[in-house]
């Protein structure tokens, strides 16, 4: 019987001790419980029995750890019974710690019964197995289950009680330890907790290749004790060779536990911050170096300081993208995290039939459970698809970005040739700066090379045009010497047609121009991409963009003209007469049948269909901004004394919120519009903010959200519509640093961990040490206990 719970330690499986080998240490068998045994909604789990005897003390700890399912935000629905609706009420969580909700059965259960209970006893199975939802003699069937101290509950609380107490256990009473080996243990634990968080917080692989005694490179996470332990007398006192056999810490196992601590006290805090607010789900999927699906979950609400944030909660692994599947996986996600969708008020995914079908769409299936989670493409997509679309449908300009994608290519190929193309730039550069032509100083005159376009990386065409133009010379030098000295005949003359397309007035023209286009387009990009962006910000800086474009269209001709003569004079470039007809390509002619004219060809075929193009796509993909949502959201723009303020509209933004506005609260918004309105043009305070984001912090800031609760509502309703989803882009980049080729075989649930507290530094930072270690000791039975400290909680940001 005594080998079903021990093992003997295997050779090398603790590489810091150096014991003798005669000397065979025991340690207890690891718990085999993981994150996938514990399920979230309690009318959805299996009886603690019908699990195997070996890991129901770890699955007990875990949902300890976890704490009762209390969906505080959920909209709980009601129910008919004896002819009045009835329904569960919040303020019972408060009343009774042991209280579980399942969202999918409405019906309540007992976290401590379902533990520990003995069905046979008195009691029942209706808090453990079947629910109970006989809503209105509520409160009296949850005293009577509490019944007296020889009740089923009473005794599943004791129980509950000893298993958190870990002194207590005959196993603690038994090793007597002494206020040193707790010291020691603490030492210990501190000092491995402590190397945990600096490898997470920097995204580093923990385990080495070969962890052996013998090994030079034990991985980082033994290297770094190592390290302290050179430096720390009093941690190389009680690690090491100097620690028992049986209590190291450095195991496989006991890293796990401490990623997974880390990473669950940085969703508390998150999840804390959140609180009962309404949020808006963030979603997208894209693939890890092991060719495995990963969802990354991001919710963006407005915190205490009316501060718009975006917090990411997690990967979790699909086995495929329809849009039921991924609905099932955001119910399990929400179950587990004791989130609701009845609090969720939008959803911001990428175009995607699976994510946004009309039909059968992700956004479609959520909508039918909750008709205030109102669907938003994402703007930075949609910017995004507007340029491809352009580029494509322009004959010259197509040619123009395949021209440039072959350049690209073409000097890119071998490390030499890019070698070469540095040297010649930075050869060109001295020049300058001998000559005065261009000026120096720090950050100045970096070291450059072309960046390799992309339809999927916003601003790569804009990138890799400016540093094309700016090292033009280096490039038609490195394109002339492949031309003659190229490896072979195909690659001289692939060099010389290259050279041949770039060499000529239309290819600098449309470079210019597109330079021009992309220039505005991508500093919209860039604002769309922000954590704190707010919607009615992104529409305003929308339609800047298209005033911008109709100037352009209207009034810059002549400058663009210029500049690009100017550059193809300085640089030996044949400038052709615009008034003479298009040679040599027939297809170039009116539609009356006479030749075309190059003043024809630049401004009408190239400058002007491309600028109405990219004006008809932005009027075809920002759909949105002529929705009835977003009209009213411009409402609440401060910009301009509030110069679009719409008392109505904004009543109608109401009604669309039905779940957050009632019937009383619309006439009492009324009265709150008028006197919000008064208030902020004739007050100085407010004069100056242009942004409703600023709008709220100060609101916030001077007490103005109290006085208008109704209206800052609305407020807050608008910030956390979402403009893009780059956050969910940024966690897959995270994703890239964090699994890596040589740590593909990386869990799912370890990815996870590891990236919310990578990805959440700030927050995960703000973590005392201690609070970590606590929720460490509670997560599995330990051979050793901490004396409690007072533990400091940092404040949600």
């Known amino acids: 019987m005594i080998d079903k719970y021990f093992t003997?330690?295997?050779?090398?499986?603790?590489p810091l001790n150096s014991k003798p080998k005669e000397k065979v240490a025991f340690v207890e068998k690891e718990s085999l419980a993981s994150d996938d045994d514990i399920i979230g909604d309690p009318g959805l789990r299996k009886p603690i029995d019908s699990y195997p005897f070996e890991i129901r003390d770890s699955l007990r700890r875990r949902y300890l750890a976890k704490g009762p399912c209390q969906p505080v935000g959920h909209e709980f629905p009601f129910t008919l019974i004896r002819e009045k609706n009835r329904r569960f009420q919040v303020a019972w969580f408060k009343d009774y710690e042991w209280l579980e909700y399942s969202v999918s059965k409405d019906?309540?259960?007992?976290?401590y019964c379902y533990l520990f209970a003995n069905n046979n006893r008195s009691g029942g199975n209706v808090f453990t197995e079947i629910g109970f939802n006989n809503w209105k003699d509520g409160r009296r069937a949850f005293v009577n289950h509490e019944g007296s101290p020889g009740s089923s509950h009473s005794g599943c609380r004791m129980k509950v009680?000893?298993?958190?107490?870990?002194?207590?256990?005959v196993n603690q009473l038994l090793a007597r330890q002494t206020a040193a080996m707790e010291d020691d243990y603490r030492t210990r634990l501190s000092t491995v907790v402590s190397v945990a968080r600096i490898l997470l917080e920097e995204g580093l692989p923990f385990r080495g290749h070969d962890e052996s005694a013998e090994s030079l490179h034990q991985g980082n996470f033994l290297e770094h004790i190592s390290w302290v332990c050179k430096r720390e007398e009093n941690v190389n006192k009680v690690m090491g060779k100097n620690a028992p056999g049986n209590n190291q810490?450095?195991?496989?196992?006991?890293?796990?536990?401490?990623i997974e601590c880390c990473a669950m006290e940085t969703r508390k805090i998150i999840l804390n911050e959140l609180g009962e607010k309404k949020f808006v789900l963030l979603v997208d999927e894209a693939r890890d170096c092991s060719v495995k699906e990963q969802m990354s979950l991001v919710l963006r609400f407005v915190n205490d300081k009316g501060m718009v944030l975006e917090r990411f909660l997690g990967l979790v692994h699909v086995n495929e993208t329809s849009a039921k599947v991924l609905k099932n996986v955001i119910d399990t996600f929400f179950a587990?995290?004791?989130?609701?969708?009845a609090k969720l008020r939008g959803q911001g995914y990428d175009g995607a039939a699976n994510m946004s079908g009309e039909f059968n769409g992700l956004k479609t299936l959520i909508l039918k459970e909750n008709k205030n989670a109102h669907y938003i493409h994402c703007f930075a997509h949609q910017l995004q698809l507007v340029v491809v679309t352009a580029s494509h449908e322009s004959e010259s300009v197509g040619d123009f970005f395949e021209t440039l994608s072959m350049?690209?290519?073409?000097?890119?190929?071998?490390?030499?040739?890019?070698?070469?193309?540095?040297?010649?730039?930075?050869e060109e550069v001295l020049n300058q700066v001998e000559m005065g032509e261009i000026s120096t100083g720090r950050g100045q005159n970096q070291e450059i090379s072309l960046a390799r376009p992309g339809d999927t990386r916003w601003g790569s065409h804009y990138t890799t045009i400016v540093r094309l133009f700016d090292m033009w010379n280096s490039v038609e030098r490195v394109l002339l010497a492949i031309n003659k000295l190229g490896e072979s005949l195909k690659i001289r003359q692939s060099a010389g047609g290259v050279f041949d397309k770039m060499d000529c007035f239309q290819f600098v023209f449309i470079g210019k121009?597109?330079?021009?286009?992309?220039?505005?387009?991508?500093?919209?990009?860039?604002?769309?991409?922000?954590?704190?962006?707010n919607i009615g910000y992104a529409l305003n800086m929308i339609n800047v963009v298209k005033n911008k474009l109709q100037e352009l269209r209207e009034d810059d001709w002549d400058n663009l003209l210029k500049e690009v003569t100017e550059f193809c004079e300085g640089h030996s470039i044949d400038v052709p007469n615009m008034e003479n007809f298009v040679h040599g390509r027939s297809r170039k002619r009116l539609k009356g049948g006479e030749p075309m004219t190059y003043l024809h060809h630049f401004r009408i075929d190239i400058f002007i269909k491309v600028i109405d193009v990219i004006a008809m796509e932005m009027d075809k993909h920002f759909t949105e901004a002529n929705t009835e949502l977003l009209r009213c959201v411009m409402c609440l723009d401060p910009s301009n004394s509030f110069a679009n303020f719409d008392h109505v509209r904004l009543l109608q933004l109401a009604k669309l919120y039905s779940d957050d506005f009632s019937s009383t609260d619309i006439i009492e918004l009324d009265h709150q519009l008028q006197n919000y309105i008064?208030?902020?043009?004739?007050?100085?305070?407010?004069?100056?903010?242009?942004?409703?984001?600023?709008l709220a912090k100060k609101m916030v800031e001077i007490n103005y959200h109290t006085y208008f609760p109704l209206v800052y509502r609305l407020i807050e309703l608008a910030l956390i519509l979402p403009v893009g989803t780059a956050s969910v882009e940024r966690t897959f980049s995270a994703m890239n640093v964090v699994k890596t080729d040589l740590r593909n075989r990386l869990g799912d649930d370890l990815l996870s961990d590891c990236l919310v507290c990578y990805f959440e530094k700030e927050i995960f930072r703000s973590i005392d040490d201690e609070v970590i270690m606590q929720s460490f000791q509670n997560l599995a039975s330990r051979r050793n206990q901490l004396r409690p400290l007072k533990i400091r909680r940092p404040n949600p940001c």
């Open 107 to 111: 019906k309540a259960y007992c976290l």
């Open 249 to 258: 810490l450095t195991s496989p196992t006991i890293q796990r536990d401490i």
């Open 336 to 341: 587990k995290h004791d989130l609701s969708l």
């Open 407 to 426: 350049i690209v290519n073409t000097i890119g190929a071998s490390c030499k040739r890019k070698d070469t193309l540095r040297e010649i730039h930075n």
């Open 513 to 533: 121009f597109m330079m021009k286009i992309l220039g505005i387009t991508n500093t919209l990009s860039k604002i769309l991409q922000a954590r704190d962006q």
């Open 678 to 694: 008064c208030d902020m043009r004739s007050n100085e305070i407010f004069s100056n903010i242009s942004n409703l984001g600023d």
């Open 8 to 14: 003997k330690l295997p050779k090398n499986s603790e």
């Open 161 to 169: 009680g000893q298993y958190r107490n870990q002194r207590g256990n």
